[in-house]
Each structure stands twice: as structure tokens, then as C-alpha cells.
């Protein structure tokens, strides 16, 4: 909870306002369950570019029915030429949706020859069978696990095949097992995934590096462990060739920024990010990003997340990132962009930049300051970024906090009163308490411009007792006596 009425200390105000993990629970959740769905779309788009690389000229054909799904897996045990076109209708059913890998399970012995398929030696056989076992493993996670138990030891053996076409089906393959779950990593991780994923990074194809990574960035979410294993297999010696921008290179650097954002979630790894250049090259690169219009989401969200998350540690970090003096003039660019990614990240980053001193003044006196008060109005998640990082910069004392007023921070925050969000009223609420408390004109600019004190008495029986109390404080700490005045009349 935000506290009120005393000056912090300088640990104090970090650990109070800095984006860590027992202050932003909830806003990691947010971030994850926004990932998700970034990495979502990501996935269903690099899965269908990859069918149609294998398949030229292919046209998806209507819907395939159910009993179509059942005809073409009790005739997979028939060998024969009529298998390829009976492996292509399970391939595209199962991208229909769920229910289908559903009416495949339903047959005895499906599972069995599809393996016995995508294990054999017809290589024309064995890439569509691969592929039916990609689809299949982006089902729920029952589907998942069934893959994951009975594919994975081939899967992690295929991945050294020397076989382009397979390696990449079969990254591609565990890099979905390994999104599902705990379970699904736990079982990867001891099937020895790692050490030929890194292999092949260096890859000449593309599309293998791509996918590998993919696998990797997955392998690393949430597992301290798996982060653990690859920082020892020298997993950012392998990722630092792919740390550059080309159209060409895109999508391979945007799986291999989500590799070094997971690797930095923990904090744990974060002097190996250091001392291998991990910080200075991601720096570079946003620097180099923030001037191609328009911005790319799907390299600037995880390169603004990485970076925060570098950020949100020991302050040495924010001084390497912020030795590059293009850093600022560039976070201030993406604060500008018409990707909404980019601004929340970026308000992410800056205020975990501003638990130092130097940051916190140079973004409170620059230009960058105007365009974060302009983000307040904003939809919800990045208004309580753009919040928490005006908590960061007023809690530095009074020089700051008075500059802020002079620049109308008060009347972008006194409105945010009458939000229904109980962590985004919080933090409101702070900062008016501190605009008032430390400023000489807080306290008038608060009550006469801003009408700040009917939204106050609005929240005086809130229903949330941290907000009752924090407005109440307020009001009996600044305003009593006029409270009295007006009793008396």
C-alpha cells in the first residue's frame, strides 16, 4: 500500500514506487497475460507462413467435417499413396480448432501411426506427419502432454537431423510444448532440449534459428531453472549474432529479444546480460528503432520490456543503458509512436530508469516530460504506468514535485479521482498528496483549479478502506480547517 504524510528515504521510495516484484504483482500479471496474446497472434502467423513454405501453391480446401477426421486417421495404418493426402486433411483440420485433435484421439492407435509415420522413411511422409504433430501440440494442453510423452525424445533427436526442413518443424514443434505448461518444460528440459536448440542458433537457415529461439524463449519463461541451464550453455554468446536489425531479420530478432527478456525477467542473470553486451547492443538497437517508421511492434515490444526488466534491478544497470546519451531522446520518440505497445512499455522502462536521481531529473526538466503527462488520459493499464512513473519522479523531493505542478501535473491527475480502479485511485491519490504536501502551490492549484476537493469527498466512504483512508488523510491533514470554517457557517 502507498503510505502518506512522511518523506521516504531514498530506499524507501524505490522499493515504494519502483516497479518491483512484491509492489507490481499485478502489473507483471497484466504484462504476462498481454504477452500471451501478443505472442499469440505471433505464433499463428509464424505457423502459417511455415505450412505454406513447405507446401507450395497449396489452397486451403472447405472445412473438413469430423467424419473426414476419423476416415483419415483409421486409414493412416494402410500404407500407400493415399496416406500423403489422408496426413494433408489431418494437418489442416487440426488447425481448425481443438475438437478435431479431439476426434483424431478418438481412434485406437492414432497417436501411435502418425509417430510411426513422422519416424519413417518416406521424407515426403514424414514432413506432413511432422506437421499434424506441430498443429496437435498447439491444441489444449491434454493434446500437449500426449505429444510431449510420446513425441519429444524424436522431436529433441530430429533437432540435430541435419535436415533443415525437420529441424525447423520440430523446434517449431517443442516450441509450443513448451508454452503449455511447467509440466511440458520440466519433461523437455530432462529429455536434454537444450544443448541442440543452442546448435542450432547457428544455423544457416533462418527459419531454424527463428524457430529454435522461439522453442528457447518459451523454454526460459517462468523456469529459473531452464534460464539457469542456458546462461551456463552460453545461451547469450549464441544470441548476440542475431541482435541486429535488417527487414530480412525481423522475425528471428524478435524471437531472440524474447529469449533475452525472459533471461531477465528473474533479475538472477542479469551481470551476465552486462558483461557479454547484452545492454549496450539492446540499447543500440532501440536507439536505431525508434527513427523507422512506422514502429515495429514485433521487435520494440520485447526490447522495451527486456530493457525494463534490466532496469528494474540494482541502478548500475540503469547507468550502462543510460551511457548511451541517444537513450532518453529515443524512449521519448517511442512515448510519441502510434503503437500502443510502445508507449506502455516505454513508460515501463522510464520508470524503472528513474529510481536514480540523475534519470528522475533529466526526464522531469527535459522534453520527455510533457509527453508522459499526455499518456495520463489514456486507456487504463497505460495510464497506471504513466502514474507510476510520476510517483517516481515527485517522491525525489520537493525541486521535482514543484516542477511537476508548474507543469499542470495535477490537472492530468486530479480527473484520474474518479476512477473506479482501486490501484490506479492509489496511486492518484499519492501523487496529489505529495503535490500538496511538497509544493507551494499544491495545495491551492488542488483545491481552486483543479476542484480537487469534491472529488475527495466523493471518495470519503469508498468502499475500499486503503482509499477511504487516504482520502480522508488528506482532507483532515490539508483541508480541516476549512472543513471547520464551513461547519461553523
Known sequence: SLLFGRKESGMERKSQYKHRAKNVAKIRQRHKEEELAIRKDRKEKLLSSKRFRFIDGEELSDEISHDEVLSAARSLQKPGPHRQENLRTLRQAFSQGTAYIDTFFKVDNALNLLVGIYTGNDSAQQLEAAWCITNISA???????????????YLVTYLSSGIPQLQDQSAWTL???AGDSAECRQLLQAQGIIPPLMQLLQSPNKSVVQSAAFALSNLAKESTDICSEMIKASVIQHLLPHLSFSTENVSVLAEVSWVLTYLATSGLFLEELSTQGVITKIVSLLVSLSDIQPHEPQIVTPLLRCLGNICSGPDKYTLEAKQNAELLPSLCKFLSSDLRHARKETLWVLSNMTGDIDVCKEVTFGPILSHVLEQVPAAFDIKSEALYLLCNLACHGEDICTHLVESKMLQVVVPVL???DVEVLNLALALCEMAIRMTPNGKNIFEKECEGMAKLEALEYHSNEAIRTAANHILDM???????EVKMT
Do not use: F, R
Not at 139 to 153: F, R, Y
Not at 478 to 484: A, I, M, R, S, T
Open 139 to 153: 491444441g489444449t494442453t491434454d493434446h500437449s502432454l500426449a505429444i510431449c510423452k510420446q513425441v519429444a525424445p
Open 175 to 177: 516450441g509450443n510444448l
Open 418 to 420: 474518479k476512477t473506479h
Open 478 to 484: 490539508y483541508y480541516g480547517d476549512k472543513e471547520e
